[in-house]
T-cell receptor, first 116, second 114 residues
Framework: GAVVSQHPSRVICKSGTSVKIECRSLDFQATTMFWYRQFPKKSLMLMATSNEGSKATYEQGVEKDKFLINHASLTLSTLTVTSAHPEDSSFYIC????????????FGPGTRLTVL | AQTVTQSQPEMSVQEAETVTLSCTYDTSESDYYLFWYKQPPSRQMILVIRQEAYKQQNATENRFSVNFQKAAKSFSLKISDSQLGDAAMYFCAYTTGTASKLTFGTGTRLQVTL
């Protein structure tokens, strides 16, 4: 149990285009999902926390208009990188908290975004 | 603000030997949870072990155990009988409870040699 999927696993796009990444909890309901960004050989940096049916809470320094997060259902959250630029190239990871288990987060396999 | 510190960027251990990874944290909370995550080359985050702060007994999961020193705010991970598959980045992490985010340390890269 407690499986989280991400789609796509890899994406390459041209500068100026928008890219949407999906995060799904496959066998549990997730009231809260988190989006992280990870640079090579670095730790995970929390970008935002999203709760089902409400606006996401962004960490300081993260542009909410650039990284649009939608958590429309208890099993799906999406991250849209708008007008992507090469500096947005990174590894993006989502995690989800079960509505039943209080504190553990379950991680997706990540999405590698490359902006040309 | 809560912080998590991993002072060892890299560690190396021989196969079948034991290695300890260090982690310290800073918090003013009394109720919190600590984790060790493993990130292999696939980059999938895998939970290795967790510890509830209110529990005095150190958590153990097969070859993995922790030394939780609450007063010293220390949470080290011991890997016994190291295997080649243990080679990965290890992250120490902290959260305060049901609705809070995880705070990660900077990670320790573990190499396992023959």
């Amino acid at each position: 149990g407690a499986v989280v999927s991400q789609h796509p696993s890899r994406v390459i796009c041209k500068s100026g285009t928008s890219v949407k990444i999906e995060c799904r909890s496959l066998d549990f309901q997730a009231t809260t999902m988190f989006w992280y960004r990870q640079f090579p050989k670095k730790s995970l940096m929390l970008m935002a926390t999203s709760n089902e049916g409400s606006k996401a809470t962004y960490e300081q320094g993260v542009e909410k208009d650039k990284f649009l997060i939608n958590h429309a259902s208890l099993t799906l959250s999406t991250l849209t990188v708008t007008s992507a630029h090469p500096e947005d190239s990174s590894f993006y990871i989502c995690s989800a908290k079960s509505s039943r288990e209080g504190y553990e987060q379950f991680f997706g396999p990540g999405t590698r975004l490359t902006v040309l | 603000a809560q912080t998590v510190t991993q002072s060892q960027p890299e560690m190396s251990v021989q196969e079948a030997e034991t290695v300890t990874l260090s982690c310290t944290y800073d918090t003013s909370e009394s109720d919190y949870y600590l984790f060790w995550y493993k990130q292999p080359p696939s980059r999938q985050m895998i939970l290795v072990i967790r510890q509830e702060a209110y529990k005095q007994q150190n958590a153990t999961e097969n070859r993995f155990s922790v030394n939780f020193q609450k007063a010293a705010k220390s949470f080290s991970l011991k890997i016994s009988d190291s295997q080649l598959g243990d080679a990965a980045m290890y992250f120490c992490a902290y959260t305060t409870g049901t609705a809070s985010k995880l705070t990660f340390g900077t990670g320790t890269r573990l190499q396992v040699t023959l």
